[in-house]
């Protein structure tokens, strides 16, 4: 079992910047692919950014050339800087983890961008 706690959510004013955490434990060895994902009141779930072992990544459109996704393996933690926020980027943010083929998810931060 792998376990995914999130930190660095908050409220932010449209323009500004925030770093979201994500600290795996329990049995983090052999993780795979770590990603963000979010989901918006009203909407589906939506993919963010991921990031495998050796640092390759995804972003979605919206978030290209905006967010950054990062990781620390000896730490077992992801982060995800995101800059020039705006209010569509408000929504619960999770992080997951791939692991043997499960895959495993964090309760989620919320993050609202709003003036």
């Known amino acids: 079992q792998v376990q995914l706690v999130e930190s660095g959510g908050g409220l932010v004013q449209p323009g500004e910047s925030l770093r979201l955490s994500c600290t795996a434990s329990?049995?983090?060895?052999?993780?795979?692919?770590m990603g963000w994902y979010r989901q918006a009141p009203g909407k589906q779930r939506e993919l963010v950014a991921t990031?495998?072992?050796?640092?390759?990544?995804n972003y979605a459109d919206s978030v290209k050339g905006r967010f950054t996704i990062s990781r620390d393996n000896a730490k077992n933690t992801v982060f995800l800087h995101m800059n020039s926020l705006t209010p569509e980027d408000t929504a619960v943010y999770s992080c997951?983890?791939?692991?043997?083929?499960?895959?495993?998810w964090g309760q989620g931060t919320q993050v609202t961008v709003s003036s």
């Open positions: 997951n983890a791939v692991r043997y083929g499960y895959v495993y």
């Open positions: 329990g049995n983090p060895g052999s993780i795979s692919t």
């Open positions: 990031i495998t072992r050796v640092g390759n990544t």
